[in-house]
């Protein structure tokens, strides 16, 4: 399978178990106020054991000859992909709180890296512009880590600013699939209609002119 064809086939396993969401005409209302006409729930996946696992593998197949000794899982949606990874590379596994638990031994690093020196993959959910990795790397990184690659299971592929923040961290991004290659089955294979792809697409080239242009439909909803 080439790197197209599994992006492929993993943004169709997203669609199929609806981790993936288009809705145009009511779009979703971010914490931030911010609307979309697309939504990406990875937490849902681990809820599907024969797709999460397919993911898994493809995901193992992309880390394996990288060198990573660790799989560390950002709190906390990346804790589960973490341990899936790490099950499959046959590698100790690392979780990172995004403070200390404040209490106990204060650990904000869960697990046990007794040297330093050891190569880190930060493993995570989602990526859109990739600034939140920040935090979890650095923690890695104060404790000894070498944090070299990181993974995430989709990346949304349109914010250029993610692929410039990971540049600046010295981290190179992995992940399974994007939004072209969601937009690219969900036409091939008739999961919406027109009107919705054509929006979505717009978004997807455009998502602030598109936030712009839809503006009134965030508040016809409210």
């Not at 341990?83 to 990172?96: D, T």
Request: proline residues 3%; contains cysteine.
């Amino acid at each position: 399978m080439t790197m197209d064809e599994q992006r492929l086939a993993a943004a169709k396993i997203l669609l199929d178990t609806k981790s993936v969401l288009f809705n145009a005409k009511e779009p979703f209302v971010f914490t931030s106020g911010a609307i979309s006409p697309v939504y990406v729930d990875m937490r849902r996946m681990i809820s599907f054991p024969t797709e999460r696992s397919t993911l898994m593998d493809m995901a193992a197949d992309t880390l394996k000859d990288l060198g990573i000794e660790y799989a560390a899982g950002g709190e906390t949606a990346g804790i589960p992909y973490a341990a899936f990874i790490a099950e499959r590379l046959n590698i100790p596994m690392l979780y990172v709180r995004k403070k200390p638990k404040g209490f106990g031994r204060m650990a904000q690093i869960e697990g046990c890296m007794d040297e330093t020196g050891q190569n880190v993959a930060l493993i995570e959910d989602l990526q859109t512009d990739g600034g939140s990795k920040k935090l979890f790397i650095d923690v890695l990184r104060e404790a000894g880590a070498n944090v070299k690659h990181t993974f995430v299971v989709f990346h949304y592929g349109i914010f250029e600013k993610s692929l410039e923040n990971m540049k600046e961290m010295n981290v190179e991004l992995h992940s399974l699939t994007d939004w072209w290659h969601v937009l690219e089955v969900a036409k091939q294979q008739n999961y919406f209609d027109d009107e919705t792809l054509i929006s979505v697409e717009a978004f997807l080239n455009d998502p602030q002119g598109w936030r712009d242009v839809n503006a009134h439909l965030k508040t016809d909803a409210s």
